[in-house]
């Protein structure tokens, strides 16, 4: 049997959150996998470790409270970028946008850095 692709790989990862099916996380997160979340501003929380990974992923695919709408998905070779909307209330201010920076080698997540728009930080400050 072939290893899985990125494109495999990436295609299963989204799946498991539209499902809301951590299952199908199981068998994608390398034993030395390293991720880092949207949250908190600015840096995020860094995961490191398979176990950690999987119980975060797994956690978050769970939520039924919560939607992830997969956007663009760009593979290039074992790396791949997926912009994507998470919903997580109503109305339109109930959704965060951002985009996963992915990297896969021999069929599973080795590095996952996750990135969001925040809008309510400034971007710059009027110097007076």
Avoid: Q
Wanted: proline share 5%.
């Amino acid at each position: 049997m072939s290893p899985r692709t990125t494109t495999d790989v990436i295609d299963r990862f989204n799946l498991a959150f539209v499902r809301h099916d951590p299952d199908l996380l199981d068998d994608l997160v390398a034993e030395d996998c390293v991720m880092e979340s949207v949250r908190p501003a600015p840096d995020g929380t860094r995961v490191t470790g398979r176990a950690d990974c999987l119980d975060f992923w797994r956690t978050l695919a769970a939520d039924r409270t919560t939607r992830f709408e997969p956007g663009e998905v760009v593979v290039l070779g074992e790396r791949a970028t997926i912009r994507w909307r998470y919903h997580f209330g109503t109305g339109p201010h109930g959704h965060v946008s951002g985009v996963n920076l992915m990297r896969i080698a021999d069929g599973r997540i080795v590095e996952a850095l996750g990135f969001t728009k925040t809008g309510e930080l400034p971007l710059a400050t009027d110097a007076a």
